[in-house]
């Protein structure tokens, strides 16, 4: 999502700055953005020069640092509460006080990642939807200090990027992954208790309900464990046992099989 985000952003015109844990990792992203702007070359989608122009408004780092100078964090690391809470404490001392700082997860209440921090009227949901560079919305999340001067700020750069902002309230899940993620986790039993093949429950989804992807094939390209996370969220903060992740899945991450970026999940890659 981060190496997407930073796609978008750059191919935007906006002067990025992607940062990571270590060097291998930003070079891995890099390496990503770069497969993804040649695919949009081949298809004709941009010019080599629009690729060019965009590689040269990315700048990669590992020292937080280097983001004071920016008027936007778009923060996507992974969906662990507290891993959020550390980077948006930091980023809070870190960064102008006009800045930013937005998170791009999937579930993880707004209200209380602006709570560490001392600018909670500039703290955001821009959730966008994976893959980045094709997928058109970002759920833009209003917490319970979000302005309004926040909100339509954050609407025109996604404007700018391409994207289609819908706004939405804080809640947990928010609304994509509240109705999605439940469905994913009903495919993943339908597998489990035999009632069909991974094959089978994909197409008719597909088919039956115009869906370009299958629950499962989509579960696999999210990852599991981003899955099971997110249904762990819903789970507990809607005090429901419907979230709760079916034991297949739990059973799958246990076993470190998370779709596409282990090639292995419910298919093989």
């Known amino acids: 999502m981060g190496n997407g985000i930073a796609h978008v952003s750059a191919l935007s015109d906006f002067n990025t700055y992607l940062l990571d844990l270590n060097e291998d990792f930003l070079q891995r992203g890099l390496d990503t953005i770069v497969g993804n702007l040649q695919r949009q070359v081949k298809k004709e989608k941009i010019s080599q020069i629009k690729m060019d122009s965009a590689l040269g408004k990315i700048k990669s780092t590992t020292d937080y640092n280097h983001l004071s100078v920016c008027d936007l964090i778009i923060e996507a690391a992974t969906e662990s509460q507290s891993i959020k809470e550390k980077i948006f404490k930091s980023m809070d001392s870190i960064c102008k006080t006009d800045s930013i700082l937005a998170t791009n997860t999937s579930s993880i209440s707004i209200t209380a990642l602006a709570e560490v921090t001392t600018r909670p009227e500039k703290v955001i949901g821009m959730h966008f939807m994976n893959p980045v560079p094709i997928m058109q919305l970002v759920e833009v999340v209003r917490g319970k200090k979000t302005d309004d001067d926040t909100i339509n700020k954050i609407k025109d750069i996604s404007k700018r990027m391409?994207?289609?902002?819908?706004?939405?309230?804080?809640?947990?899940?928010?609304?994509?992954?509240?109705?999605?993620?439940?469905?994913?986790?009903?495919?993943?039993?339908?597998?489990?208790?035999?009632?069909?093949?991974?094959?089978?429950?994909?197409?008719?989804?597909?088919?039956?309900?115009?869906?370009?992807?299958?629950?499962?094939?989509?579960?696999?390209?999210?990852?599991?464990?981003?899955?099971?996370?997110?249904?762990?969220?819903?789970?507990?903060?809607?005090?429901?046992?419907?979230?709760?992740?079916?034991?297949?899945?739990?059973?799958?991450?246990?076993?470190?099989?998370?779709?596409?970026?282990?090639?292995?999940?419910?298919?093989?890659?």
């Open 162 to 269: 391409g994207k289609r902002p819908v706004e939405c309230t804080d809640s947990p899940g928010f609304v994509a992954n509240r109705i999605i993620m439940p469905m994913i986790n009903e495919a993943v039993y339908c597998l489990m208790d035999g009632v069909g093949t991974k094959e089978a429950i994909d197409e008719i989804m597909q088919l039956g309900m115009g869906h370009p992807m299958g629950p499962l094939s989509l579960a696999d390209l999210i990852g599991l464990d981003v899955c099971q996370d997110i249904l762990h969220v819903l789970n507990k903060d809607l005090g429901d046992d419907k979230f709760a992740p079916c034991p297949l899945l739990e059973k799958m991450v246990y076993e470190g099989h998370l779709g596409r970026k282990t090639g292995q999940g419910f298919y093989q890659y």
